[in-house]
């Protein structure tokens, strides 16, 4: 059986969805333990109330970036997890992290990567007069937000609305929806990352894969 880490510095919407998932027996596995920089993050009290183990290692304890991930890696550890899945974790990773759970390390980003990586993402597509924007779902690798891109869903902008509001909607028709998807293929042995390409079922993922793809795939079988 497969087992995941989730870490989490906020409210855990993601965490949420994919406990849910968990629960509903669509992800094959374990969430082991979720792990928390911040100790006032909403979602460790999520976990706790659906019975997962919580840990919390406060960057602020630590004199430097080093120490930090050594504490952070060190806990992570304890559980061997499979995948390591960050959702709306919100410390940058250094190399040597990055390194140690290459191909394991997951993250989802607010944007249609490679557009808006960084912070702001949906003040920004708003901005940029963007048509279209979403999240994805990608391997972490050692440049931010820069990992292949696994999966990633798109809702269209409206011109008027505010970032939250944009926000809103891309967490619950996106994120909430793509994240487990992915945890899902990963936790079933359908996904890898070799020599920074994503595998699916075998096979190079060539570009990403659109959720409204999927979704139509699943629909007409
Ligand atoms: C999400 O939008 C995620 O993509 C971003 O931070 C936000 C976290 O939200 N990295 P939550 O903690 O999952 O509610």
Redesign the pocket.
């Known amino acids: 059986m497969s087992r995941l880490v989730v870490l989490?510095s906020?409210?855990?919407?993601?965490?949420q969805a994919i406990l849910e998932a968990q629960r509903a027996g669509h992800i094959h596995g374990e969430v082991s333990a979720v792990i928390s920089n911040n100790p006032d993050a909403a979602?460790l009290a999520h976990a706790r109330s659906a019975g997962v183990a919580t840990a919390v290692v406060d960057h602020r304890n630590y004199p430097d970036r080093g120490s930090f991930e050594s504490a952070l890696a060190a806990e992570i550890d304890r559980y061997t997890p499979d995948f390591v899945a960050l959702?709306?974790f919100m410390r940058i990773l250094g190399s040597e992290f990055v390194k140690r759970y290459r191909g394991r390390l997951l993250n989802?980003?607010?944007s249609l990567l490679p557009k808006h990586p960084g912070l702001q993402t949906h003040a920004r597509a708003l901005a940029e007069g963007e048509a279209w924007h979403g999240?994805s779902v990608h391997f972490v690798t050692e440049s931010v937000d820069g990992g292949p891109v696994i999966l990633q869903g798109r809702v269209p902008v409206h011109s008027n609305e505010t970032p939250d509001a944009l926000?809103e909607r891309v967490?619950h028709e996106v994120?909430q929806v793509i994240y487990p998807e992915v945890l899902a293929w990963a936790s079933s042995g359908r996904l890898q990352m070799r020599e920074d390409q994503v595998i699916l079922d075998d096979r190079v993922l060539l570009e990403p894969i659109q959720l409204q793809a999927l979704q139509l795939e699943k629909k007409h079988g």
Do not use: F, K, Q, S
């Open positions: 989490i906020g409210t855990g919407r993601n965490l979602g959702a709306g989802i980003h607010p999240a926000a967490m994120e």
